[in-house]
């Protein structure tokens, strides 16, 4: 694989993880459309693990009062660090699980087609605008219920198809929730940690034991420039998105996914 190519894979994660279009789409888009090896899974994740470390950075506080809150749990005592910890731990299986049965499997590969990221793309987009224009903002992520945390975790386990888009998904379901947009926002955000640090983990692994011949020439090197140029990118997004969203909602990122899902269909029937 290229370093252009490894650079272009890179910026486009950073740059679209946390906006609600599916990062994973345009990483595999360029790869079919402009007729390059399809960089694989591996890669994919790899670019997902360098924008864990933007949310680690901008969210530190927030991660800071998760581990307090882990600390908490064990000592049995309830507050709001404990129960941010309690939620994010309710959320986090059903994506593991599924995730797990996709790749071991043998579907990772099956539903990564341009027809599917259409379709999804489009759905999920004007559902991310319904909820948005119907939610009430009267709820914060301290008001989450277990029943509520898992939820959202259902939600991010569709993600996993891509198209749907994981951050897109999580705030659709928090909106719909009543959460506001900043707080949809910022639990769906905080809700990729253990995702994509899994994920990520199991990546480094396999690219680290294996010839690069056997995972669409990747290597650990293209891994680790991915998962820095990721990194970067990823957190001028995250700056930028975190104050602007009050402000702009979903109407711009449903509009977006709409075009993009249109021209795929035209580009799928019409090329």
């Not at 694989?1 to 990062?23: C, K, N, R, V, Y």
């Not at 908490?72 to 059903?94: E, F, G, Q, W």
């Amino acid at each position: 694989m290229s370093w252009l190519h490894l650079t272009i894979l890179a910026i486009i994660q950073g740059l679209t993880e946390f906006l609600p279009i599916s990062s994973s789409a345009h990483l595999i888009l360029p790869a079919r459309i402009l007729g390059w090896q399809d960089q694989g899974p591996l890669i994919d994740v790899m670019a997902h693990f360098g924008s864990l470390f933007a949310v680690i950075l901008y969210f530190r506080k927030d991660v800071g009062s998760i581990f307090t809150g882990l600390i908490d749990l064990l000592k049995r005592r309830l507050n709001s660090d404990s129960v941010l910890a309690l939620n994010l731990i309710i959320a986090t299986p059903p994506a593991l699980l599924l995730g797990a049965i996709l790749r071991f499997g043998g579907w990772d590969d099956a539903i990564r087609s341009p027809l599917i990221i259409a379709i999804t793309t489009i759905i999920f987009g004007v559902l991310l605008w319904l909820s948005d224009i119907w939610g009430k903002e009267t709820r914060t992520t301290e008001d989450l219920t277990w029943k509520g945390a898992f939820g959202l975790g259902l939600a991010q386990a569709v993600a996993l198809i891509p198209g749907t888009s994981r951050s897109g998904i999580t705030m659709t379901a928090a909106r719909a929730m009543g959460l506001t947009r900043v707080e949809s926002a910022r639990f769906s955000m905080l809700m990729s940690l253990p995702i994509i640090g899994v994920g990520g983990l199991f990546a480094l692994y396999s690219l680290a034991g294996a010839d690069a011949n056997e995972l669409s020439g990747a290597s650990l090197t293209d891994g680790l420039w991915v998962a820095a140029l990721s990194f970067i990118a990823a957190f001028a997004c995250i700056s930028l998105f975190m104050k602007w969203i009050s402000r702009i909602g979903m109407l711009p990122f449903m509009l977006y996914r709409m075009a993009l899902g249109a021209a795929l269909l035209l580009w799928i029937f019409c090329a």
